[in-house]
């Protein structure tokens, strides 16, 4: 775990923890300044799960730091960067189907949100999904209608896998849940969605397709798929 963070300073007020689920145990970082008060979620995205020659890794823990740098400079009282099932921790319950084709199953849904309710409980939420991530989140509040959530941002999110899969010729992934199976569900919360358009990995016509509302869409002129936010950075942090 300390190895994975030597690249961005972590805040003195933000403590580490590792949140044992029915599931998979889930590393989080949480600044939690009145446990009274709404609570907003940051969801990282997939990680580092496949190599550069495109097969599966050993270990999922992300190299890049932008949903690590959102979270930790977010200004609201209680923020959490919550980590993917496998990422940041040592697990018995880990294997590479989880961070491949299973990285949206049933299992890594539940632990998601187990670790949610542990946390915040019955606090009124924000969720913030960085690309995979955003499909968590998604999946969390339509399956989950006991947690307060409030709104659900996406950057860079991952929104249709099965639009996402096919427009880059991928294997379907057939062990994962996809939330174009509950779009109806989950267009009734408020939402927004940031769009880098310089992505060329989930593309701005994936979520143009899929949001019911093209005014929640603040598309980001200078944004590829991880870099490029800077200029977005405030106004995601002040959501």
Same mark, same amino acid.
């Given at each position: 775990?300390l190895?994975?963070?030597?690249?961005i300073?972590?805040?003195?007020q /933000?403590?580490y923890?590792e949140i044992?689920t029915s599931?998979?145990?889930?590393?989080v970082?949480?600044?939690i $300044?009145d446990?009274s008060?709404?609570y907003?979620?940051?969801?990282?995205?997939?990680?580092?799960a496949?190599?550069p020659?495109g097969?599966?890794?050993?270990d999922p $823990?992300?190299?890049g $730091?932008?949903v690590r740098k959102l !979270?930790?400079?977010?200004?609201h009282?209680?923020?959490?960067?919550? !980590?993917?099932?496998?990422?940041?921790?040592?697990?018995?319950?880990?294997?590479p189907?989880?961070w491949?084709t299973?990285?949206?199953?049933p299992?890594t849904?539940?632990a998601a949100?187990?670790? %949610?309710?542990? %946390?915040?409980?019955d606090?009124?939420?924000?969720?913030? @999904?960085?690309?995979?991530g955003?499909? %968590?989140?998604?999946? %969390?509040?339509?399956? /989950?209608?006991?947690l307060?959530?409030?709104?659900?941002? $996406?950057? !860079?999110?991952n929104?249709?896998v099965?639009?996402?899969?096919d427009?880059?010729?991928?294997?379907?992934?057939?062990?994962?849940?996809d939330l174009?199976?509950y779009a109806?569900a /989950?267009?009734?919360f408020?939402?927004?969605h940031?769009i @880098?358009l310089?992505d060329?990995?989930?593309?701005?016509?994936?979520?143009?397709?899929?949001v019911a509302?093209p005014q929640?869409?603040?598309k980001i002129?200078? !944004?590829?798929?991880t870099?490029?936010?800077?200029?977005?950075?405030?106004?995601?942090q002040?959501?």
């Open positions: 775990m190895c994975a963070c030597k690249s300073e972590i805040p003195p /933000y403590a923890d044992q599931t998979f145990k889930i590393a970082w949480k600044k $300044t446990p008060m709404p907003k979620i940051y969801i990282e995205g997939d990680g580092s496949f190599t020659s097969r599966v890794s050993s $823990t992300p190299n $730091t932008l !979270a930790f400079g977010d200004p009282l209680n923020v959490i960067y919550m !980590a993917r099932a496998c990422q940041y921790v040592q697990d018995r319950a880990c294997k189907v989880y491949s299973a990285r949206f199953s299992e849904i539940q949100y187990e670790t %949610i309710q542990k %946390i915040a409980a606090k009124p939420l924000t969720l913030v @999904g960085f690309s995979g955003a499909q %968590i989140a998604g999946l %969390i509040a339509v399956k /989950y209608p006991d307060d959530i409030r709104k659900l941002v $996406t950057v !860079a999110g929104l249709d099965r639009a996402w899969t427009h880059h010729k991928l294997p379907p992934l057939d062990l994962s849940d174009r199976n109806a /989950y267009a009734r408020p939402q927004v940031y @880098g310089k060329d990995n989930i593309v701005a016509s994936i979520s143009e397709n899929f509302n929640t869409l603040k002129k200078s !944004a590829s798929h870099r490029g936010w800077e200029s977005a950075f405030q106004q995601i002040a959501e």
